[in-house]
């Protein structure tokens, strides 16, 4: 019986990531990004302690390997977000290029 090569096929190179710290280092935060984070954690730990009652809205998608799809997600997002900033803190939830696993979905034991 042969045994034949279906995994991982379709990988050219691997190539090491950068650790957070020094992805931090070498791409710091904006001042909009980081009043922007900033602005959002806030909103939230009020909604969440009864201080804002607004409904929070975490909206995916999942994930996304398309930067300019990103972008476009993101801006239209922010159109509807401000258009409902009174009733709605809508947060954009997503991972860009989500890690997969090899071994598809695990029941639950």
Same mark, same amino acid.
């Given at each position: 019986?042969?045994? +034949?090569?279906?995994?991982? $096929? ?6 090491? /990531?950068? #650790?957070? $710290?020094?992805? /931090?280092?070498? +791409? ?21 302690? %009864?201080?804002?009652?607004? /409904?929070?809205?975490?909206?995916? #998608? ?9 972008? &476009? +997600?993101?801006? =239209?997002?922010?159109?509807? =977000?401000?258009?409902?900033? %009174?009733?709605? &803190?809508?947060?954009?939830? $997503? +991972? ?14």
């Amino acid at each position: 019986m042969s045994i +034949y090569q279906t995994d991982d $096929v379709r990988i050219s190179q691997i190539k090491e /990531l950068l #650790p957070p $710290v020094a992805l /931090l280092e070498r +791409y710091p935060a904006t001042e909009t990004a980081s009043e922007t984070v900033f602005n959002a954690r806030e909103a939230i730990h009020k909604i969440l302690h %009864g201080k804002d009652d607004r /409904l929070l809205v975490i909206v995916g #998608p999942c994930s996304i390997h398309d930067p300019k799809a990103a972008l &476009e +997600y993101g801006q =239209r997002l922010k159109t509807l =977000r401000d258009a409902h900033a %009174g009733e709605l &803190e809508v947060v954009m939830r $997503v +991972y860009f290029e989500k890690p997969r696993t090899t071994v598809g979905w695990k029941a639950n034991q």
